[in-house]
């Protein structure tokens, strides 16, 4: 059993510009942690049978953009700072959508909350009050629209470093025009 999540990594190209927009708050995350998670899956998976259960997924490929910043729960009492989705948000909800649905006879409910798809930027021990930084980042939108090809399966090591994030199955989105 592993600490594992279900997350769609942006290309190389687009992580060059997300680099540009991290605002100076916090604990950063690295670029080998940028990701944007459909699906956590705690403590406990057995990434064999989730890597089964996701096998087929329907959701065709999409084009998507990143951009906005914000902050979870607020702004104003910050402990994630996270850039967001300006385009293709509806592609995220719907593979958050089908993996949720056919992990959940795994006992992997998803989330009760909406669900929000974005990349986390920066950590906070405390939280603090981070309008300032966000207000002074240009980042309406961050780096081209990309086509979204496939859902990883990460296994997650924790490191005194941070957080290690491995890719044990990729799992191809359909084509549309096929």
């Given at each position: ?10 290309p ?21 942690q ?43 009492r ?42 986390t ?25 990309w ?14 470093t ?13 084509d549309?025009s096929?």
């Open positions: 059993m592993t600490r594992a999540f279900i997350a769609v990594r942006p190389d190209d687009v992580l060059d510009a997300v680099a540009r927009v991290v605002p100076p708050v916090g604990r950063p995350t690295t670029r080998p940028w990701h944007v998670t459909l699906q956590f899956l705690g403590n406990s998976a057995d990434v064999a049978s989730v890597s089964t259960a996701l096998e087929g997924l329907t959701v065709t490929r999409g084009q998507v953009q990143l951009g906005g910043l914000g902050a979870f729960p607020s702004a104003r910050a402990r994630v700072v996270w850039l967001g989705v300006a385009d293709g948000a509806a592609l995220f909800e719907a593979l958050a959508s089908e993996v949720g649905a056919r992990l959940a006879p795994l006992g992997h409910e998803p989330e009760a909350r909406r669900f929000h798809a974005h990349l930027l920066a950590r906070l021990r405390a939280p603090a009050d981070v309008r300032t930084e966000l207000g002074n980042a240009d980042a309406t939108a961050v780096g081209a629209p086509t979204v090809r496939e859902v990883v399966v990460y296994e997650s090591r924790l490191r005194r941070g957080a290690e994030y491995l890719p044990r199955t990729i799992l191809p989105l359909p549309p096929t």
